[in-house]
């Protein structure tokens, strides 16, 4: 089976079954998993051919210290550099393993079977991996491309319809930055639909990936472009570091909206868009209350790791299907909120 995008001439992406795909994507040689108990469970034939390390379960795992424990692991193991690993799972193995295959040994082989909506939309995909530090979301990481991702829409019929949802918020993300028709689908269909129909589910899964891979292809390191990945996720790791009432996907969705509104106050975006915007989301079932007070969510702003200069990059909605990258003070951010 052929990728359906090549990100960077480094990593193919793949849709469709892993049964199908894996086997011709796997190099020769020794292949170790990182994988969780989870994934284990639903999918142990899978699994069952390699020396696998499993890790927690959560976000509060997504730690250093879980890394470690992964070298320990190989280390036991005989793990060399002419080790693959392979990380099966969703974002949060996929950016545990990738941050670990690319610092042990300076760097080994790694490659993705992306298990959840969250993870094949977003995570999974793009070459950046890490973990927290202290709550604050990837602190430590790097930029080292997967070799494959593979993205099976069949993996995500385990997923419950809290997980699920999270993975929408990040298509919608993908949609208002840069394909309005794919906006345009989304608010024509419902939950229930993107839930029951496979070729629905793919084409957004697609699409998304084709926003992101064309981005990355132009700006791997966030210099530039890829900075618009992050719109919602300004505020959306802020409620991320205040509470863990939410989960990612619920915390950008928020984001989300909370911006778009920023957006209109700043005058870049018509309430029309924003209503839009507001609406898909509720339509999709998310809640966009904010969790814990906004001038608690403003104070966090300020320690996001994205400040440059003690200036914040605030990806602004300009319309669905577009965006801008905006430099402003804590202070003319937090104006907006007033």
Not at 291 to 298: A, E, G, I, M, T
């Amino acid at each position: 089976m052929e990728p359906i995008f090549n990100v960077r001439q480094q990593s193919e992406i793949y849709i469709g079954p892993t049964s199908d795909i894996l086997p011709g994507v796997l190099p020769g040689g020794r292949v170790v998993v990182v994988s969780d108990a989870t994934i284990d469970r639903l999918y142990h034939p899978m699994l069952a051919p390699y020396d696998t390390v499993l890790i927690g379960l959560g976000e509060s795992i997504k730690t250093l210290q879980t890394v470690e424990s992964i070298y320990r692991r190989f280390i036991e193991l005989g793990v060399d550099r002419s080790t693959f690993v392979l990380g099966i799972g969703g974002g949060i193995v996929t950016d545990v393993a990738g941050f670990a295959a690319a610092t042990y040994m300076r760097g080994l082989d790694f490659g993705f079977v992306s298990t959840t909506l969250l993870g094949q939309v977003d995570a999974s995909v793009g070459g950046k991996n890490g973990v927290n530090v202290d709550g604050y979301k990837n602190m430590a990481g790097t930029f080292s491309q997967p070799r494959f991702v593979i993205c099976d829409p069949g993996m995500l019929r385990t997923l419950s319809d809290r997980e699920f949802r999270a993975g929408l918020a990040e298509v919608v993300k993908a949609a208002i930055i840069a394909d309005a028709d794919l906006f345009a689908r989304i608010e024509a269909t419902t939950f229930d639909d993107l839930r029951s129909d496979t070729d629905l589910l793919t084409d957004a899964v697609s699409a998304s990936i084709r926003v992101k891979a064309d981005i990355v292809e132009r700006d791997e390191r966030e210099s530039g472009d890829r900075r618009k990945l992050n719109l919602g996720h300004t505020l959306a790791h802020a409620i991320e570091k205040c509470t863990n009432r939410l989960n990612h996907g619920e915390a950008v969705a928020v984001g989300t909206a909370l911006i778009a509104d920023a957006s209109v106050k700043l005058g870049v975006l018509t309430a029309e868009d924003r209503d839009r915007i507001a609406g898909v989301l509720k339509k999709l079932g998310f809640d966009l209350t904010p969790p814990v007070d906004v001038k608690r969510l403003l104070k966090e702003v300020g320690k996001d790791k994205k400040n440059e200069d003690g200036m914040l990059r605030i990806v602004v909605p300009i319309g669905i299907g577009d965006c801008d990258v905006r430099r402003m003070s804590h202070d003319e951010f937090a104006a907006l909120f007033a």
